[in-house]
């Protein structure tokens, strides 16, 4: 969809509203970065897997991570904004997430991968349900899961088995993953005005008020709940 | 196409043969590690790219690479080998050429990802001519190249015009990732009986005499040359 395709389908015309042009670009530069810095580390994970398989289908995460930021590159541009400079400001806060959140082997590197990228995603399609429908389908098209959901949990229990203390450990890793996710966002959120103005809604567009809020913030933490779950993990 | 298919194309039962049929699935190891590899290094690669677009670049050069091995993998398994015991015998001599060659820069990465990965792929394309159909598409396929030719000429042509005396430097480069090149593909030779007898032919196959194998060195070399050319540097 071009950029004027994308005004009229908007039907409020929320583009001609600078404020909100400039909150989807942030939000479109955050996930770009975020998917760009995802290919990065699960890269990175994919050189300390324990064998060939393991290493590819790490390295697949990592490559669909990358395909999903051509779409946002597209849509960057058709906005008429540089993609690249739509994702620089959210370098530094993602960037300290990773570094503030490095494996230390490889089944950290899988529960990450699983429940770190799940819980962004389920983040900005909160947001998503703030936007024009096209920005909201692009949104919950380029964070459709890697689809290597099977394979983390089959590796992180069989490894539980064999060793359950692994469990005790990788349940604190998830906890600390979901809090350093926290402080990144609260960081984004209090120096990006236009991204916190979006989600307080404008004159013809809905919002959250701080309750609100705390049911997506109780949403997130269900889901996350249930994942690690799924890991054979408490939470 | 199944293996059986396979058998009938081939024409000449080239795989009833089990030295023909060891020997494909050692050359289609060695790509399918190759290109792993090549993943992994250009992967690496990209966390020293100097901004974000260069970065996005060589990341989708990595996922090329990457992309490629899942047919190589299908036709392994469709031969009745486990893919990844396949790619093992291969690890350590490709290992080796890599940490013989890990750039010291993002230019050495650059020349690198462009020369070293077409040099690999002509002398694969050398050896598909000695196959059945089938194989030889399937390989000269996966070893299409990863379409960023235009984006590396341009950084490093570029690049040598800020600094002349960065083109004596990357010359240099360039000659040493030819000849590790030529140690580790005459180690896999030396290790690898049925790669070396497919070369020299069959009863009902044609093979390469010691001139032709001359011969074959020629091309490769001529063609690694105009690739150095491209780039602006001797060779």
Redesign the interface.
């Known amino acids: 969809m071009t950029y004027a395709a994308a005004m009229t389908e908007s039907g409020t015309g929320a583009f001609a509203d600078p404020e909100y042009h400039a909150a989807v670009v942030d939000l479109l530069g955050a996930i770009g970065?975020g998917q760009?810095s995802a290919?990065?580390r699960l890269?990175?994970d994919?050189?300390t897997a324990p064998?060939?398989?393991d290493?590819?289908e790490i390295?697949?995460m990592?490559?669909r991570e990358?395909?999903h930021?051509n779409r946002l590159?597209d849509r960057l541009s058709e906005l008429g904004v540089d993609p690249?400079e739509a994702?620089?400001p959210f370098?530094a806060p993602i960037d300290a997430f990773h570094a503030h959140t490095a494996p230390r082997d490889w089944y950290e590197s899988l529960v990450k991968a699983f429940v770190g990228d799940a819980l962004a995603a389920d983040f900005y399609r909160e947001i998503a349900a703030f936007l024009d429908t096209g920005t909201r389908e692009l949104i919950i098209d380029t964070l459709s899961d890697t689809g290597h959901a099977g394979f983390v949990v089959d590796r992180v229990r069989r490894a539980i088995e064999a060793d359950p203390r692994l469990g005790g450990r990788l349940a604190l890793w998830g906890r600390r993953l979901m809090g350093e996710a926290l402080t990144q966002a609260q960081r984004v959120a209090a120096d990006r005005d236009a991204l916190s103005a979006l989600l307080s809604g404008g004159v013809d567009r809905p919002g959250m008020d701080l309750a609100a809020v705390g049911r997506m913030f109780t949403r997130l933490t269900e889901t996350h709940a249930q994942r690690m779950a799924d890991l054979g993990l408490a939470s």
Chains 1, 2 share one sequence.
């Open positions: 970065y760009l290919f990065e890269a990175e994919a050189s064998g060939l398989e290493k590819v390295a697949t990592a490559c990358l395909a930021l590159r690249f994702m620089a370098r």
